[in-house]
Every structure is written in structure tokens, then in C-alpha cells.
């Protein structure tokens, strides 16, 4: 089973930008997605890419400020974000799915993350 870690969290102001990372090892031919889960809330879809790269969606709440990619030769996921707000406070995981297609459904994916905070003050 893939393995994945995740990293770049931090505490930053309402408006900067943020750049996360997700480390896969073993073979990844899967879809990846970077969820998110604020205190008190379910676990909510952020972004998903393909392994090709070439199809990518986004939450609505994050469609514009954020852009997810990936580097298939060093097993490498990022979400860059900008224009961050208070609300994007969550910890942030990736996910690798068992299919090389991008998904917003959380049931589909095998493997976590650990998790990374963000937290944005207003």
C-alpha cells in the first residue's frame, strides 16, 4: 500500500499563500486529492488530479485561489494556495486512490496522509 506524508502547514494572515506537499512512496499509479477537516466538521474534498495530470477538480470554495499538480517522477503532490481566508483553517490530507483517474469521493481512496494544520488568522 502506498504511503504518503504530508507537509508545509502552518499558521500564515488572511491573504497569503501557502504551498503543500505530499510525499508518496511504492509505485503510485493512482488519482490524488488533498482533503481537508476543520474543527468541528466532517472531512470535506478540496482538489483531485489524474496520474496523467491532465484532469484536475476543484471544491468549490477553493475553485480559483488553488491549484493542485503533481510530479510523477519523484512521487510528489502539491497544493498551492492563495488568497487563503480564515475558513481554509482545517488539517489537510492527501489521498491516493486504487484507479489512475481523479475523484471527489472519499470512499475511493486507499491511502492517507497524516495530515498537515493550516491555520489562517484573520
Known amino acids: 500500500q502506498v504511503q504518503l506524508t504530508a507537509s508545509g502547514g502552518g499558521l500564515v494572515q488572511a491573504g497569503d499563500s501557502l504551498t503543500l506537499s505530499c510525499a508518496a512512496s511504492?509505485?503510485?499509479?493512482?488519482?490524488m486529492a488533498w482533503f481537508r477537516q476543520a474543527p468541528g466538521k466532517a472531512r470535506e474534498f478540496v482538489a483531485t488530479?489524474?496520474?496523467?495530470?491532465?484532469?484536475?477538480e476543484y471544491a468549490d470554495s477553493v475553485k480559483g485561489r488553488c491549484t493542485i499538480s503533481r510530479d510523477n517522477a519523484n512521487k510528489m503532490m502539491y497544493l498551492k494556495m492563495s488568497t487563503l481566508k480564515p475558513e481554509d483553517t482545517a488539517v489537510y490530507y492527501c489521498?491516493?486512490?486504487?484507479?489512475?483517474?481523479?475523484?471527489?469521493?472519499?470512499?475511493?481512496?486507499?491511502?492517507w496522509g497524516q495530515g498537515t494544520q493550516v491555520t489562517v488568522s484573520s
Open positions: 489521498a491516493a486512490n486504487s484507479r489512475p483517474w481523479s475523484s471527489r469521493q472519499q470512499y475511493e481512496y486507499l491511502s
Open positions: 511504492g509505485f503510485v499509479v493512482s488519482g
Open positions: 488530479i489524474s496520474y496523467s495530470g491532465h484532469t484536475t
